[in-house]
């Protein structure tokens, strides 16, 4: 059964420093999702693209994060520079095209510790 | 705007007994509702969908959820828990538009005692 990955799957930084994370949607998945989860929350939608285009960023905190999926397919989300407030799991998710029948899947995420 | 409220943190069952996570939405739209569980160290996993069919919804390993439009409620429940089913559960509301977003309840973590 096709999956979304994620790579890392788990990262350490210190404060300040840059981080940086992939996702590998599952083939033919046109819309690709970014999801933050704070220990104890439900995850957060951070940024939505649909091809190479993002169609919903209003969550995303453009002073330090970026998110790009350049040829339509994976995805690198990027924290520089990060903050003790961003340790967090960042999911990725896919769907076929992004319609209210889609279902969205997940991959395993990565738990990001920021020292 | 959408909202999702589920209404208990934590439930604790015992093993063989029935099992209800309650939730309750907020939608502007006409909404697609989900079920999501996540078990520790895993993904997120699709246990069942609302998507103004059916108002009664089964999903994965004998789970269901009932649409309640009066009540703005989507319950899950499951009638004999099984030590697998201990997992976090997350209620999620989906805008009725294209490019839909998923808002998520805060979760309610199931623990089933032997």
């Known amino acids: 059964e096709a999956e979304v990955a994620q790579s890392p799957r788990y990262k350490i930084t210190e404060k300040s420093q840059a981080v940086a994370f992939w996702c590998d949607p599952i083939?033919?998945?046109?819309?690709l999702y970014w999801y933050r989860q704070i220990l104890g929350q439900g995850p957060e939608l951070l940024v939505q693209?649909?091809?190479?285009?993002?169609?919903?960023d209003s969550q995303l905190p453009k002073d330090r994060f970026s998110a790009e999926r350049l040829k339509g397919v994976d995805s690198t989300l990027k924290i520089q520079p990060a903050e003790l407030g961003d340790s967090a799991m960042y999911l990725c998710?896919?769907?076929?095209?992004?319609?209210?029948?889609?279902?969205?899947?997940f991959g395993p995420g990565t738990r990001l510790t920021v020292l | 705007a959408q909202s999702v409220t589920q209404l208990d943190s934590h439930v604790s069952v015992s093993e063989g007994t029935p099992v209800l996570l309650r939730c309750n939405y907020s939608?502007?739209?006409?909404?697609?509702l989900f079920w999501y569980v996540q078990h520790p160290n895993k993904g997120l996993q699709l246990l069942l969908k609302?998507?103004?069919?059916?108002?009664l919804v089964k999903g994965i390993n004998g789970f269901e959820a009932e649409f309640k439009k009066s009540e703005t409620s989507f319950h899950l429940t499951k009638p004999s828990a099984h030590m697998s089913d201990a997992a976090e559960y997350f209620c999620?509301?989906?805008?009725?538009?294209?490019?839909?977003?998923?808002?998520f309840g805060q979760g309610t973590i199931l623990t089933v005692h032997p």
């Open positions: 999620v509301v989906q805008r009725g538009t294209s490019y839909g977003k998923l808002t």
């Open positions: 083939s033919g998945h046109a819309t």
């Open positions: 693209f649909q091809d190479e285009s993002v169609v919903d």
């Open positions: 609302y998507t103004s069919a059916a108002t």
């Open positions: 998710a896919s769907s076929f095209s992004g319609g209210q029948l889609d279902t969205q899947y």
């Open positions: 939608s502007s739209y006409s909404p697609s």
